[in-house]
């Protein structure tokens, strides 16, 4: 069952930035290269609802307060860490805006359906899903772990969250360079499995864009390189020393939780095609390794 708990930090929103020369994808079609021009024209979010899934810490903390912050009523979904979701969501009202924490192990399907429908009982629809939780590098977990969270749990919350959608929805899907070239470009030996499991995920949700368009939902995916802060730039490094601050040097200036954040919230009303691939940061050399090959 999901749990809700709404509680009446300061939203600190730091000022956009466009993403400085982001590659085209061949592809993938609709790949732009700035968000600024798209920010101008975006929509209003407000009296939309948006859920985002693992956002009680990092980046998906910092998109439900963004998305807040444009107006959007919003879902803190968190697993176990109850009372930093509930931090969120006190953040969010302290600085005017809506939310609600739901607690939903999205391996669980029954909990993810309690979570879409406390989404709509509490805000009476549901506008924008994004897809932001992952894992599998956590110690103690099965080896099955990481395709159960990052493939079939995606695609779950996705079909669930779709049945609840009303036409104009968005969903969003975030994932890294590292798991969205794998097949391509290979990365350390310690996140292999991880990144081949949510490129399995990513696929998995690609494949439900026919049945998207239909209802007249949108689907897009934001990429971005290993973002500083995360749970997962702290396992890499874990497993293999120094690997965040080799890759740190490859790609020079990364981005900072707080900045990857915006560029997902910007995706959540992006004039852009569905099936659009945002890369975010340092995808050049994974473009250009695929190029020479």
């Known amino acids: 069952m999901a749990e809700t708990d709404k509680v009446p930090l300061d939203n600190m929103r730091k000022e956009s930035?466009?993403?400085?020369?982001?590659?085209?994808?061949?592809?993938?079609?609709?790949?732009?290269?700035?968000?600024?021009?798209r920010r101008s024209t975006m929509p209003?979010?407000?009296?939309?609802?948006?859920?985002?899934?693992?956002?009680?810490?990092?980046?998906?903390?910092?998109?439900?307060?963004?998305?807040?912050?444009?107006g959007a009523n919003v879902v803190v979904n968190y697993r176990e860490k109850a009372?930093?979701?509930?931090?969120?969501v006190q953040g969010i009202e302290e600085a005017g805006g809506h939310a609600v924490a739901v607690g939903a192990d999205l391996t669980d399907p029954e909990a993810v359906r309690a979570m879409m429908r406390?989404?709509?009982?509490?805000?009476?629809?549901?506008d924008v899903l994004v897809l932001n939780a992952s894992g599998g590098m956590e110690p103690h977990v099965g080896t099955d772990y990481a395709m159960r969270l990052n493939r079939d749990a995606q695609l779950d919350t996705l079909l669930a969250g779709a049945e609840l959608m009303s036409e104009g929805g968005r969903v969003v899907f975030v994932t890294s360079h590292q798991a969205h070239f794998i097949r391509e470009v290979g990365t350390i030996p310690e996140y292999e499995r991880v990144a081949r499991s949510k490129r399995a995920g990513e696929d998995a949700l690609i494949e439900q864009i026919p049945v998207l368009s239909a209802k007249g939902i949108s689907f897009v995916t934001v990429s971005g390189d290993v973002i500083e802060g995360t749970v997962t730039a702290m396992l890499l490094n874990w497993a293999q020393k120094g690997a965040l601050e080799a890759r740190s040097k490859e790609i020079g200036e990364s981005y900072s939780v707080a900045e990857f954040a915006q560029e997902v919230t910007a995706m959540a009303t992006a004039d852009v095609e569905t099936g659009h691939v945002e890369l975010v940061g340092g995808a050049d050399d994974f473009l250009e390794q695929i190029s020479a090959s």
């Open 17 to 37: 930035r466009s993403v400085p020369g982001v590659a085209d994808h061949p592809p993938f079609p609709g790949c732009l290269r700035d968000t600024h021009d």
């Open 44 to 70: 209003s979010l407000a009296g939309k609802t948006a859920l985002v899934t693992g956002s009680s810490r990092g980046i998906g903390a910092y998109t439900a307060k963004l998305l807040a912050a444009d």
């Open 83 to 88: 009372p930093r979701a509930r931090k969120v």
């Open 118 to 126: 406390a989404a709509v009982d509490t805000f009476g629809g549901l």
